[in-house]
Every structure is written in structure tokens, then in C-alpha cells.
């Protein structure tokens, strides 16, 4: 069926999700932990941002993952 996304693609993207999702709460945990420490926030704003195109979570790459294959 040409409309369903495969199951393989949106548990692709979900994993994609989870990646960024860990990799940002580690970024965030060592922000936090500098910040009390008085010291230079590790990451910035656009390290943050860095990870939607680091694990392809863009709303055209996104589309591009789930329909890749039909």
C-alpha cells in the first residue's frame, strides 16, 4: 500500500529521535553541572540546534526518512 509508511522507516526515525533525545539531556547535564561549577557552558545554542541535522530530524529529512523506499 503505496500511502502506509513502512514500519521499518518509522522505527528509523523514532531511533533518530532517541539518539538526539540522549545526546541533548547530555549536553544539557553538562551545562548544568559547569554552570554551578562557575565554569564555561560546554554547548551552545547552535551545538543544540546542530543535532536536528546530526540525526536528520528536519521536517524535509524527516518526510524523506519515512517515505524513503515506496
Known sequence: MKD??????VAYV????ACAMV?????????AQ???NGEALA???NEF???IDKYQMSHNATLANLNAGQ
Open 23 to 31: 545526546e541533548l539531556e547530555a549536553m544539557k547535564a553538562e551545562n
Open 34 to 36: 559547569r554552570e554551578r
Open 14 to 17: 523514532n531511533s533518530q529521535i
Open 43 to 45: 554547548w551552545s545554542y
Open 4 to 9: 502506509q509508511l513502512s514500519a521499518r522507516n
Open 49 to 51: 540546534l546542530n543535532l
